[in-house]
């Protein structure tokens, strides 16, 4: 079964950090291209960060630069997004996604052009 599996959310303070994953399970990650979404209540989903297949490229939105941090581990085939200096603006529901080839690379920010999908993790920031 393809599937991917996010988990590491939680309820974090505002200025701490979270680390979540993002399991590959039926295929390999290393060749996929990988987004990282999210979605707060009454908002359209938005990226966050990508990363390309071979890490040729990288991603960020401007909310998150210098904060969040997209790395992969292949050897577990498993791909982080490290959040530190959170904010309660932050607060969502965080999807990580796969795709191949050069189409998602030009569009990552577009949810229909990846493959697979995670089901998401809540992550909430909030004293």
């Known amino acids: 079964q393809l599937q991917l599996v996010e988990s590491g959310g939680g309820l974090v303070q505002p200025g701490g950090s979270l680390r979540l994953s993002c399991a590959a399970s039926?295929?390999?990650?290393?060749?996929?291209?990988i987004g990282w979404f999210r979605q707060a209540p009454g908002k359209e989903r938005e990226v966050v960060t990508f990363?390309?297949?071979?890490?040729?490229?990288?991603y960020y939105a401007d909310s998150v630069k210098g904060r969040f941090t997209i790395s992969r581990d292949n050897a577990k085939n498993t791909v982080y997004l490290q959040m530190n200096s959170l904010k309660p603006e932050d607060t969502a529901v965080y999807y990580c996604?796969?795709?191949?080839?050069?189409?998602?690379?030009?569009?990552?920010?577009?949810?229909?052009?990846?493959?697979?999908w995670g089901q998401g993790t809540q992550v909430t920031v909030s004293s």
């Open positions: 990363i390309s297949s071979s890490d040729v490229s990288a």
């Open positions: 039926g295929f390999t990650l290393d060749y996929y291209s």
């Open positions: 996604a796969a795709g191949e080839g050069p189409t998602v690379q030009a569009m990552c920010d577009i949810w229909d052009e990846y493959d697979y």
